[in-house]
Structures are given as structure tokens and as C-alpha cells.
T-cell receptor
Framework: KAGVTQTPRYLIKTRGQQVTLSCSPI?????VSWYQQTPGQGLQFLFE???????NKGNFPGRFSGRQFSNSRSEMNVSTLELGDSALYLC????????????FGPGTRLTVL | AQSVAQPEDQVNVAEGNPLTVKCTYS??????LFWYVQYPNRGLQFLLK??????LVKGSYGFEAEFNKSQTSFHLKKPSALVSDSALYFC????????????FGTGTQLKVEL
């Protein structure tokens, strides 16, 4: 069974631009979560989608948004990029029940110049 | 709000020796606890979880974790460390409000030397 895939793997943008990251969960998984990983802040939860509905949201500004499609694939969007948005963005999928373990993708490394 | 603490930024151990990576938690209600490992330039890999039941949880790659309610700890252990175990280890707790939101610790870098 294929794992979680994220595209692109690497991305370089400049301040003020916007970016869209994509995540394809493991087949059959209905929950997709997004995390931001930085050396200074560690791993921080962005949001979770379950059956196309946002189920949880972290403490990030409105520039960060996401959505989930009917096939469970998810995208996250960051508008008006800032230097501090440079990070590894990780997507995780799970079957959906609250106690299921999450399976992480390799991440998208975003660099904002 | 729930939280986890990993008091050690780095743990060094000789190959073949037992290893322990420490984690303490703070939650209201029953804790759902997880351990993940991250290798360089990779995403996180699930090792094990505690939901309920036995305090000793067995996971992948020979790892296990001991849940201690009185000490609010969930330490990761392995009887005999391998050089290939060298990686970044994260303890996490699931949000008690439902869903799959995880709050992670700051991570512990494990270095296993020959």
C-alpha cells in the first residue's frame, strides 16, 4: 500500500507570493492533518480535515488555509508569504477514528526568500 | 491545554546498551500518547501508542514505552540500542477535544555510538 505522498518536495518562493502544497493520503484514510516543523518552534499543528470538513484548527494566522477533496486528498495554501513561513510542512493521514495513529508523508520543504 | 515535555535535547548511548528517552505529559482526562521517530530529511514514523490497558506498550523496531500515571510519564525504551536507532524522537499527546490533533514535545536527538 502506498504511503502518504506530498508534492512538491521542495519549493522556493519570495515574500508576498502565495503557495499551494498537496497531500495524498493512504488509500482508505479519511483524515488528513497538516503540521509545520521549524527549528525554533518545533512541530506545530496547522489543521485537520475529515470527510472534507475542517475538524480542528491550530493557532496560525488566516493566511494559512486548507481544504480536502472528496477523494480525501488535501491542499494547504499560504498567502502573502513571510520569511518566517520557511519550514518543513508535514501531512499526516489516518483512518479517522480519534485514537488511530497518523502516518506522515516526507514533507514539503518551503523556503521563502 | 495538554502538553508534553522531553527534558533531554540529546541522549547518547553505546550500541548494545539499553536506552531510555524521557517524556512527561500534562492532560485533563485520559491521555492518548504516541512516540514517533524522524530520520534526516524524512517525515515522522509511528513507533507506538498508549490508549488504555497495559502500562507497557510494545511497538516497532523493538521499542517499548512505559506509561506511569502517577508520575505522568511515558518513557521510550529499548533493551539493546543499535547505531541505526540514531534519530530524532518525538513524544506526542492527542488533543482531548477530539479529532487527530497532536501536541508534540520538542524532540530528543538519540545518538548511538559503537
Amino acid at each position: 500500500k502506498a504511503g502518504v505522498t506530498q508534492t512538491p518536495r521542495y519549493l522556493i518562493k519570495t515574500r508576498g507570493q502565495q503557495v499551494t502544497l498537496s497531500c495524498s493520503p493512504i488509500s482508505g484514510h479519511r483524515s488528513v492533518s497538516w503540521y509545520q516543523q521549524t527549528p525554533g518552534q518545533g512541530l506545530q499543528f496547522l489543521f485537520e480535515y475529515f470527510s472534507e470538513t475542517q475538524r480542528n484548527k491550530g493557532n496560525f494566522p488566516g493566511r494559512f488555509s486548507g481544504r480536502q477533496f472528496s477523494n480525501s486528498r488535501s491542499e494547504m495554501n499560504v498567502s502573502t508569504l513571510e520569511l518566517g513561513d520557511s519550514a518543513l510542512y508535514l501531512c499526516a493521514s489516518s483512518l479517522g477514528a480519534d485514537v488511530d495513529e497518523q502516518f506522515f508523508g516526507p514533507g514539503t520543504r518551503l523556503t521563502v526568500l | 491545554a495538554q502538553s508534553v515535555a522531553q527534558p533531554e535535547d540529546q541522549v547518547n548511548v553505546a550500541e548494545g546498551n539499553p536506552l531510555t528517552v524521557k517524556c512527561t505529559y500534562s492532560v485533563s482526562g485520559n491521555p492518548y500518547l504516541f512516540w514517533y521517530v524522524q530520520y534526516p530529511n524524512r517525515g515522522l514514523q509511528f513507533l507506538l501508542k498508549y490508549i488504555t490497558g497495559d502500562n507497557l506498550v510494545k511497538g516497532s523496531y523493538g521499542f517499548e514505552a512505559e506509561f506511569n500515571k502517577s508520575q505522568t510519564s511515558f518513557h521510550l525504551k529499548k533493551p539493546s540500542a543499535l547505531v541505526s536507532d540514531s534519530a530524532l524522537y518525538f513524544c506526542a499527546v492527542r488533543d482531548t477535544g477530539g479529532g487527530n490533533k497532536l501536541t508534540f514535545g520538542t524532540g530528543t536527538q538519540l545518538k548511538v555510538e559503537l
